[in-house]
């Protein structure tokens, strides 16, 4: 349980001493008061890095259209976007009141 300063806590996140102190300000992180001096647990910091860890995005799988027979499908593996058309129903009637 090694207790770091703010300034060896801000060396090891390769960041300014300012953003930790804010860190604390804002009770973002863990730490110990010893008297009016700030340490921080290597294992907090360590919880920190973890807790903002971010996983990478892994792009939506597309479906094998191309032996599918879809037209719609064959332009896609071509790269060009399919035409979508809309389909129209018999007019309606209209009433004429005179």
Known sequence: MPLLTVDQAAE???????????????RRIAFAKLGKHVRIDTADLDAFVA?????????????????????AGASAAQGRRPVLTARLGPPEEKMIVG
């Open 12 to 26: 090891r996140l390769g960041t300014s001493p300012r953003f930790i102190r804010r860190l604390v300000a804002e």
């Open 51 to 71: 807790a903002g860890r971010v996983a990478p995005a892994v792009p939506p799988s597309l479906p094998d259209s191309r032996n599918s027979g879809d037209p």
